[in-house]
């Protein structure tokens, strides 16, 4: 059973400690009128598997620059959980990638990422986002992404922030014009052996100042700093 929203999740252990209290970001939160956004259980990394396994894009499309979704629905399981322990075990307060599971009440209903290297220096963070079929076309995309964009600019002091779309990711490239990025150049991938052009964009904290209109509570930041290479208030 995935757990209420209104529940901190606080892994407890045989002696009493609280996994939030060696690892803080398991006690960061960020809501908005409709999400919630944080690191999930292992009950709540099945289902957010689950979901991906289920689709995440038409099977003509692939948004992704590594095709993790283009394998048979229970390797594209095991990767999503692979991938998420793989960057909890990597992370350093100098380079680190933060995969926050989405939910709608109590729903999971995808995944957001954001990212740094050497952000107390660059005060730059990159976003990436996936939302399950079932739940597209609702604006949920927008919303997750408004999520950490708030988290970067109002908690961790970023200027700048960094996404990319291939052509024919429409709905991504959406999302950005909504939020207010701006054109950053192209990149030329080779994707599944065939040429594939990135639009890269870029967010400066005037604009999201300009363009922020969806309203975003961040809880348990302060204890995360360290982690995320900034200094603790």
């Known amino acids: 059973m995935i757990r209420k929203r209104d529940e901190p999740f ?3 252990g045989q ?3 609280m996994l939030a209290d060696h690892f803080p970001l398991f006690g960061l939160r960020l809501t908005t009128p409709r999400l919630e956004l944080r690191l999930p259980s292992p009950e709540e990394l099945g289902a957010l598997a689950d979901l991906a396994a289920r689709g995440v894009h038409d ?3 692939m948004p ?3 095709p993790w979704t283009d394998q048979p629905p229970a390797k594209v399981a095991l990767s999503v959980v692979q991938h998420h322990w793989q960057q ?10 933060l995969d926050l599971a989405v939910f709608d009440s109590g729903v999971v209903v995808g995944q957001q990422s954001i990212s740094a290297h050497n952000l ?6 990159r976003t990436g986002s996936w939302v399950g079929q079932p739940h597209q076309g609702r604006g949920i995309g927008t919303e997750m992404r408004a999520a950490v964009l708030h988290l970067a600019f ?3 002091h970023a200027e700048e922030a960094i996404s990319a779309a291939f052509d024919d990711n429409i709905a991504s490239s959406a999302v950005s014009r909504k939020l207010g990025y701006q054109p950053d150049g192209v990149h030329r991938r080779a994707v599944s052996g065939r040429l594939t052009i990135e639009h890269r964009l870029r967010l400066t904290r005037a604009s999201w100042e300009q363009q922020r209109t969806v309203p975003v509570r961040i809880e348990g930041l302060a204890l995360c700093l360290p982690l995320l290479g900034l200094d603790a208030p």
């Open 64 to 66: 992704f620059i590594v």
């Open 59 to 61: 099977a003509d499309a």
């Open 10 to 12: 606080l892994v407890s």
């Open 154 to 156: 109002a908690g961790l």
């Open 88 to 97: 909890l075990g990597n992370w350093t307060p100098q380079d680190w990638s």
């Open 15 to 17: 002696d009493g400690g």
């Open 120 to 125: 107390a220096i660059t005060r730059e963070v």
